[in-house]
């Protein structure tokens, strides 16, 4: 009876999807939105359009009286290595890639230790709250961190 219970129950078993040990795009879905701060003097903007193709795509742009605006563009997919990995385009600067180390709802934790600066990149998203870290060896090789905070004003396009 058992072998029997046991050959029908086995096609079930296996046909059952097991969930990926890898985190996919959808996953970071949260980060999705219109973000803004302001902070002495500067306007601080984020936006993230939801996963689609296995991507988001955002950008980044700070803008300061009497300067020129900083703007970063961002794509979060797949790396040459098939892990997850934020993708950094600075205006003026080489690209970077960070992969993907650590994630939760609302946590996602991106690293690149051969990077100059930053070398780890922490988002978390509480309510309607954004913020961003950035970490690593500052030019005299102390440690440096530098935080900012954004409001979600709108959905994600």
Known sequence: MRRLLLSALLPLILAVPVASAEPVVEDLAWLSGQWLGEEGGR???????RPAGGVIVGMSRTVRPDRAPEIEFIRIAPGTDG???????PLGQAPASFTLVES???LAVFANPQ????QKITYRRTGDSLTAEIEGPGRDGTPKRIGWTWRLA????
Do not use: S, T
């Not at 306007?43 to 359009?49: D, G, I, Q, V």
């Not at 990077?115 to 930053?118: A, K, W």
């Open 43 to 49: 306007r601080m903007e984020e936006h993230y359009m």
């Open 83 to 89: 892990r997850l990995a934020y993708h950094a385009h």
């Open 104 to 106: 939760a709802p609302g």
């Open 115 to 118: 990077h100059d600066f930053p």
């Open 154 to 157: 709108g959905p994600a396009p």
